[in-house]
T-cell receptor, first 112, second 114 residues
């Protein structure tokens, strides 16, 4: 089955700096890659996603890149703010089913 | 607010108790999911229901019993749980049960088994 690895597990940046979180996946048939943000006491919320026919997608301060050949995808957050502090999860979906395989999460801390 | 609600938000139970977790989605979706979130582990998919039919059982022990009476409601019945079952149980829904469908999560039920 699919295996998703996520790095780093923790990331501390100063407000205004950029943050990058990287994920690799094992199944070359994976075709959908969402990123979720989970704040304390809440469930994961989708922040951006990308499909296998696209190499990059951007939404304001958030961008995701996908390298199908290398089987990795990354989340980029620019001009970080304290409210960006949370745990971020990447995931991959394969084939015709809706099954998502998640990474282990990255705890992002944005300091003043 | 994602349109997916879960009750209770917190639950403490003994190993001999029977309890149920409830999930309701107000999004008109047709697929619903149960996930288990433990510390320092990836979210683990437990069950998938598509149009009220179970389409995935990810080798979950029989002490967890799901029920999906309609596309808007999902239950997880718990009995004779073990302390290692303590975790955050998350419900999610999506428009359909095919790949590439965005899943919307509820806030979860924090379960502690004593």
């Amino acid at each position: 089955g699919e295996n998703v690895e996520q790095h780093p597990s923790t990331l501390s940046v100063q407000e205004g700096d950029s943050a990058v979180i990287k994920c690799t996946y094992s199944d070359s048939a994976s075709n959908y890659f969402p990123w979720y943000k989970q704040e304390l006491g809440k469930g994961p919320q989708l922040i951006i996603d990308i499909r296998s026919n696209v190499g990059e997608k951007k939404d304001q301060r958030i961008a995701v890149t996908l390298n199908k050949t290398a089987k990795h995808f990354s989340l980029h957050i620019t001009e970080t703010q304290p409210e960006d502090s949370a745990v971020y999860f990447c995931a991959a979906s394969t084939g015709t089913a809706s099954k998502l395989t998640f990474g282990t999460g990255t705890r992002l801390q944005v300091t003043l | 607010e994602t349109g997916v609600t879960q009750t209770p938000r917190h639950l403490v139970m003994g190993m001999t108790n029977k309890k149920s977790l409830k999930c309701e989605q107000h999004l008109g979706h047709n697929a619903m999911y149960w996930y288990k979130q433990s510390a320092k582990k990836p979210l683990e998919l437990m069950f998938v229901y598509n149009f009220k039919e179970q389409t995935e059982n990810n080798s979950v022990p029989s002490r967890f019993s799901p029920e999906c009476p309609n596309s808007s409601h999902l239950f997880l019945h718990l009995h004779t749980l073990q302390p290692e079952d303590s975790a955050l149980y998350l419900c999610a829904s999506s428009q359909g049960g095919t790949s590439g469908q965005t899943q919307y999560f509820g806030p979860g039920t924090r379960l502690l088994v004593l």
